[in-house]
């Protein structure tokens, strides 16, 4: 049984060239002096879909599954020019209110600079990406999972998942009260490690960070990723869950795999 869901194809028609003539790889204006220029491209799309899918949006590609990781796949087909050609673009979803989404993030989309052939003339190209997202059910958010891993085979997540991780004091309850206790655990180590930032109080910041995390095949805390209003808050968040103790890995079909896991913390003034 698959463990996440595509929930967004983003189809535009291929102009055709040639491939044996193309000189340089065409890449996202806004990543030209990345490093990595696909992992700022992924980023970036991520980026475009938080910001415009609402709640409502968010209740709609959930509400027929229990899947907690999210597959978004775009294809996007380059003109000439750079631009995105939205007039010849084939946007498929299963609801017309994600379909008008779509086209949002479509017409948001900055210009790419194109490939060149052997004599320095322009190419269109598909630039085709697969997202994922780690899905916060409670409280109705995508939180964005790391470049470079394909989630649909690698990682099984914490709602699906037939071994869930064992937290440190968990080992002797029996199993179907191994993710009460882990959750339980996880806020205690919270509680206990919170510390709120003296900078945020004096400045009166306050705001929910939410905090996403994979625990690896070895039970490590790995790939922590913040996402909140302010940068102060979402270090501290990062220190918080940096803390928490190596832990009995998860398993599927008895095998060891990845958990992504996400939480929300809040820090609030008195």
Known sequence: MKKYI????????????????????GTYSICETAIDKDKCLYEQLQQKILYHYDIRAIELITKDTTNDTIAIFSALAVDFDGSVDIANSDISSSDDYIDSIHFKILKSLEPF???VDNSGNPLSEMVRTKLYFFLDRKNKNL???????????????????EDVPVFPGCENYPKDKLRKCFNQRMIEHITQHFRYPKKAQRKKISGRVSVVFTIDKKGFITKIRTFG???????????IISLLPQMTPGKQKGKLVRVPF?????????
């Open 113 to 115: 600079i194109v490939p």
């Open 229 to 239: 209003a302010d940068p102060i808050l979402m270090t501290e968040a990062r220190r």
């Open 143 to 161: 939180n964005p999972l790391p470049y470079g891993e394909d989630y649909a085979t690698k990682t099984t997540g914490f709602a699906l998942i």
């Open 6 to 25: 595509s929930i967004l194809l983003l189809f535009f028609s291929l102009y055709g060239f040639s491939q044996k003539d193309k000189k340089a790889e």
């Open 262 to 270: 996400a939480i929300p913390i809040t820090f609030k003034l008195q």
